[in-house]
């Protein structure tokens, strides 16, 4: 019989199980008995023999990951402990091992963060709406007299999922690119140089060391700030691609040969082309934020447009329903059938690097065609009552076409916005399109006017 399993308080639940994972501040929200709280009641919920489990660079997931180890093991559950990986080779050993998993990560998040992401047997995904607040309901009862007796054992799939992410070009077909790889000591630098090392690039690494206080720039590309260091070495070293990776590297982002940053739309829209042609005709998912040159993208290389909510959890839950062979976040997240229909920024790199390596071209000429229109970026907006501003601003562009698929989307013609809340804080995010970066500008501001 194991140790009893404490509750772990609804207060500390409620501040730290989000949207799609659990994140929070350690040890002041995520600690180590809360962690061993939710190992074991993610364990209960899932009810399986056996999960893997993977932790990222920082130090606080040390203690952590023992912690969510034992409460996996209280339930009477094998741990197969897979070490320091990134979350895409979480993820691809739960879809190769056919078991559930959990990363240890607060991924983009600064140094005082860490947190969990839960997935199903085959990197299924768990939220919100899919299990995770189940979970959190099990957390909260704990246990008094737990079966125990689960083991712990480690296992190496590094190679594996390599080999995985290269099977999704055609490697003799690449040619010797000059690449950056921008890692911001995140997992990047664990599993950037087993995918890259066989290839014929000529590739530098940055900040390749693994160190979770972030001692050279925040792990978080969406951020242009972030990516400084790589444009200039890529101008530098005269690159013809660079890379920037998060904190748990299943995002990236792409600086093109000028230095100049790739939106994640583009990048969408590039990988949807390249799945289509290798596929064949057939549905492809985009986010609710992502440029309208994306759809446009999709359907010019014989595909069929979905557009779905923001979210790892709602993208895979489609992409099953659908049978989507790809879909795009433009906040730098490529998920693939092929891949357990989970995401992973190292394949969208590789396929977008065989598109180059076949185009003899550029990086900024081989996007230019699906360069289209000019946007505002995410613009964030601290509200007292989100609800209350969403209306009011639907009531205003009351004559323009409205949807509610992801907070409010408005159509304004030749342009549009999208508004939605934070799932994680009392913010409104804005994205707006248009053809030019004045209309941009003129419309950015009459909307940030209205939630003031």
Known sequence: ????????????????????????????????????????????????????????????????????????????????????????????????????????????????????????????????????????????????????GGRRSARDLLDAFAAHVRSFVDVSALAPLRVVADTANGMGGLVVPAVFGPLPFEWELLYGELDGTFPNHPADPIQLENLADARQRVVRTGADVGLAFDGDADRVFLIDERGEAVSGSLLTSLVAQAMLARHGPGPVLYNAICSRAVPEAIAEAGGQPLRTRVGHSFIKAEMARTGAVFGGEHSGHYYFADNYRADSGLIAALIALERLSAAQVPLSELLAPLDRYASSGEINTRVADAAAVLRRVSEHFANCPQDRLDGLTVDGGDWWFNLRPSNTEPLLRLNLEAPTAEAVAEHTDDIVALLA
């Not at 994140?23 to 893997?52: K, S």
């Not at 091992?97 to 995904?125: D, E, F, R, W």
């Not at 957390?139 to 008094?144: C, I, K, L, T, V």
Request: aromatic share 6%.
């Open 1 to 148: 019989m194991a140790e009893r399993v404490d509750p772990v308080p609804a207060d500390v639940l409620a501040c730290i199980v989000k949207a799609y994972d659990i994140r929070g501040r350690c040890p002041d929200e995520l600690n180590p008995a809360a962690a061993r709280g939710i190992g074991y009641a993610f364990a209960v919920w899932a009810g399986t023999a056996q999960l893997v489990m993977a932790r990222d660079m920082r130090q606080s997931g040390v203690g952590l990951a023992e912690a969510f180890a034992a409460g996996v093991q209280a339930a009477g559950t094998d741990v197969i402990d897979i070490g320091l990986a990134s979350t895409d080779l979480l993820y691809f050993a739960s879809g190769q091992l056919q078991v559930p998993g959990a990363m240890l990560t607060a991924s983009h998040n600064p140094a005082a963060y860490n947190g969990i992401k839960l997935c199903g047997p085959g990197a299924a995904p768990v939220g919100v709406g899919s299990g995770l607040d189940e979970i959190a309901k099990r957390a909260a009862q704990g246990d008094s007299s737990p079966r125990g």
